[in-house]
């Protein structure tokens, strides 16, 4: 359809999922009230961090977990929720098919048999002092591991456990940079949502209604141009006019889609992960409630042991498999996982309510890798030649991984975005 006058609004937040909902937020804070649209190509916000609810069970999108610096930023913007951190002493490891007693706290990491004392320490030491280090940037974080610890032996093991705050499979995937950093991270604590992430995404949809933020689900945006006054267009053909947009929460394919762009910003590629959730009437075995692989990347989690996810006496479990560039199709990873789930739960099946096999998870939208430059190399949130757009996303900015990327970059944008209202 043509001839239709464009609509106005002083500013727009394409995709309302984590990033999106803290842009706006953000935002509207600034702005004041009435003068931020939120809009989202689906039926309902949330985007990866919706949850879903299968008589009484809470069941996110995978294992996830939400950090300190998430949690303050939340905090920042009047938000709230209910989490707890989960016990780590209990954690077994998973080596050539067998449980042992686990390492993923300090305490157990100094007894276990899995590691000569010599090992033990080495570990213990690159684990407690990581953080961010800039003279790491541009290194792959296999060569860092084999540069800090003794033996093969001990790098498998430090990676099981770096593995499962990154979702990256294998250590020549991630700069070593930004894997210190965010190891940091997950050291100030992380927890697991009451209610899954569903709790998180109502508490901003909450704080965004109240700021006056106007939400059009159902709206899928085809255009985006810059300038002094951008222009927006919907699938519908209509045109809105506003001062500011923030693409929130998409990938580096989807901006240049919108901004006509043919080749699409490099920040690394995708990560993918496969994952089992599962929910139970009851927990077959209360004592193998996380399990870490050591040499195959998979992970076992009882999240309702510290979130309540179920109703009483029932249990939510998550699995994955993390990619680690094996190859494995689906029916081989989900056989895995199966088998990890027999090995720990066994009689899983008797007291089956519901199980949820997802085989290609998106993770993280881009992996900051060596040869991108790490953080300091992902791209800003401004688009050269596109006056008044900003992006978003975890594959933004400097700082962050993952949840964290996201909040920090779109508090950023939002900032960069209100300065034009």
Not at 18 to 23: D, I, N, P, Q, R
Not at 111 to 116: F, Q
Not at 153 to 169: H, M, N, V
Not at 390 to 412: E, I, M, T
């Amino acid at each position: 359809m043509t001839g239709r006058a464009d609509k106005r609004a002083d500013a727009v937040v394409v995709g309302a999922g984590l990033t999106g909902l803290v842009a706006a937020v953000r935002l509207a804070g600034a702005a004041g009230p009435g003068r931020v649209l939120l809009l989202e190509a689906g039926g309902e916000p949330g985007g990866r961090s919706r949850t879903t609810d299968h008589d009484g069970f809470r069941l996110t999108l995978g294992p996830r977990a939400l950090y300190r610096t998430t949690r303050d930023q939340l905090h920042a913007l009047g938000v709230r929720v209910p989490a707890r951190e989960p016990d780590l002493t209990t954690a077994l490891a998973l080596r050539e098919g067998t449980l042992h007693p686990g390492y993923a706290a300090p305490g157990p990491l100094l007894r276990t048999r899995l590691l000569s004392p010599r090992e033990r320490l080495a570990v213990a030491r690159l684990l407690a002092f990581s953080r961010s280090r800039p003279s790491l940037v541009g290194t792959d974080a296999a060569e860092w591991l084999a540069d800090r610890l003794p033996t093969e032996r001990a790098r498998e093991a430090a990676f099981a456990l770096l593995r499962i705050s990154t979702y990256t499979g294998r250590p020549e995937m991630i700069d070593a940079n930004a894997l210190a950093t965010h190891f940091a991270e997950v050291r100030r604590g992380v927890g697991y949502v009451d209610g899954g992430w569903r709790t998180l995404i109502d508490a901003l949809l909450a704080r965004a209604r109240a700021l006056g933020v106007r939400l059009r689900t159902g709206t899928r945006v085809t255009g985006v141009e810059g300038g002094e006054r951008p222009r927006i267009t919907t699938a519908d053909g209509q045109g809105i006019r506003t001062r500011s947009v923030v693409l929130a929460g998409l990938s580096q394919r989807a901006v240049g889609q919108f901004l006509g762009q043919s080749d699409p910003l490099d920040a690394g590629r995708p990560l993918h992960t496969a994952c089992l959730d599962v929910a139970l009437t009851r927990l077959p075995d209360p004592t193998c409630t996380l399990v870490i692989g050591v040499d195959e990347p998979l992970y076992l989690s009882v999240f309702s042991r510290t979130a309540h996810l179920a109703p009483a006496g029932g249990a939510v479990l998550h699995l994955a498999r993390y990619d680690d560039g094996a190859g494995l199709g689906p029916t081989e990873v989900r056989k895995r996982l199966h088998h990890l789930l027999d090995l720990c739960q066994p009689g899983w099946r008797e007291v089956l309510v519901h199980e949820r096999f997802l085989p290609r998870i998106t993770t993280m939208t881009a992996v900051p890798e060596a040869r991108t430059g790490g953080l300091p190399g992902r791209p800003g949130m401004t688009v050269d030649a596109h006056p008044g757009v900003f992006v978003a996303g975890d594959w933004v900015g400097p700082r962050g991984l993952l949840a964290n990327a996201c909040v920090l970059s779109a508090a950023q944008a939002a900032r960069a975005a209100a300065a034009r209202l």
